[in-house]
């Protein structure tokens, strides 16, 4: 199969290991060894599978995101991080993450939390314009 150039975007995951390919995608049990995550989300996969679904032209951007590298914390760690509020948890819903445009992300579901948080994300990324 001649191969498709198709313009996906490529996330940078975290700083560990950035020359490995992670990625989260919708297309469940069309790729063996997925990882559901829930919510119609799943983790990895046959990356092959994934290819050849690309290639087809069965798969787009708003279907799946890859990414270099990933984040890493230690054992507790991330527990004492959101004990800290050092995190802003919310809920979050499978569609807005893949199809609302990156440069608006962020702020997206910092507004989907209401109130105060509100006021937040209309903060200007650079914190030093505010």
Not at 54 to 83: C, K, M
Not at 87 to 94: A, I, P, V
Request: proline share 5%.
């Amino acid at each position: 199969m001649e191969g498709v150039y198709v313009n996906f975007p490529l996330y940078i995951g975290g700083p560990v290991q950035q020359n490995t390919l992670h990625y989260i995608h919708r297309l469940g049990t069309q790729v063996d060894h997925s990882i559901p995550l829930g919510d119609g989300f799943y983790w990895s996969g046959d990356f092959d599978q994934i290819k050849t679904l690309i290639n087809l032209g069965q798969v787009q951007p708003t279907d799946i995101r890859l990414f270099l590298g990933y984040a890493g914390w230690a054992h507790g760690q991330l527990v004492d991080e959101v004990s800290r509020t050092s995190w802003y948890l919310g809920d979050w819903d499978q569609y807005d993450l893949l199809k609302t445009p990156d440069e608006d992300l962020w702020r997206h579901f910092i507004r989907k939390k209401g109130g105060d948080f509100i006021k937040i994300a209309n903060y200007p990324l650079d914190y030093k314009l505010n």
